[in-house]
């Protein structure tokens, strides 16, 4: 007599519904945890430049110009054409103070014509301490 024929096999089956629900959490853990660097509403490609260590102040002002040549004073789009419109939305922004950096953030496929624009904006307000923000370059090339 065989006691162990008698015996039923179950099929061995594996439950992947929690398996699921933990990876999903841990999706969602992640993405909610993760930081997110936004200088802007405004994505700009910076042009490169070398990666010297340089000075770094806390900048007074930042003006981003678009590849269309709409510029930004902060977040804040302005509003018309031409340096006038610009030269008031820095003053709102800036007040008194003339003496700090200011960041010009310019798309690498922004017409040059439309720094030199904000560049001439600052100039006729006041501003000395400008500088173009730019993204290192990765081998130095010299």
């Known amino acids: 007599m065989r006691i162990g024929s008698d015996r039923r096999r179950d099929d061995f089956e594996i ?8 990876l999903l959490t841990l999706l969602m853990f ?6 997110f660097v936004q200088h802007s509403r405004m994505q ?13 102040q806390q900048p007074v002002l ?3 110009i678009d ?3 709409r510029f930004y004073v902060g ?10 419109p610009l030269k008031r939305m820095l003053e709102q922004n800036a007040g008194d103070r ?3 950096q200011v960041v010009i953030r310019a798309d690498a496929m922004t017409p040059h014509q439309y720094v030199v624009t904000a560049m001439d904006a600052l100039g006729q307000l006041g501003f000395t301490k400008l500088s173009i923000a730019t993204t290192p370059t990765l081998g130095s090339g010299r």
């Open 44 to 56: 700009v490609t910076l042009p490169k430049a070398s990666a010297e260590e340089r000075d770094v």
């Open 62 to 64: 930042t003006v981003m």
């Open 15 to 22: 439950n992947v519904i929690p398996l699921i629900d933990v």
């Open 75 to 84: 977040s804040d789009e302005v509003m018309g054409e031409g340096i006038e």
């Open 67 to 69: 590849r269309d040549g």
């Open 30 to 35: 992640f993405v909610l945890t993760t930081t």
């Open 98 to 100: 003339r003496d700090g």
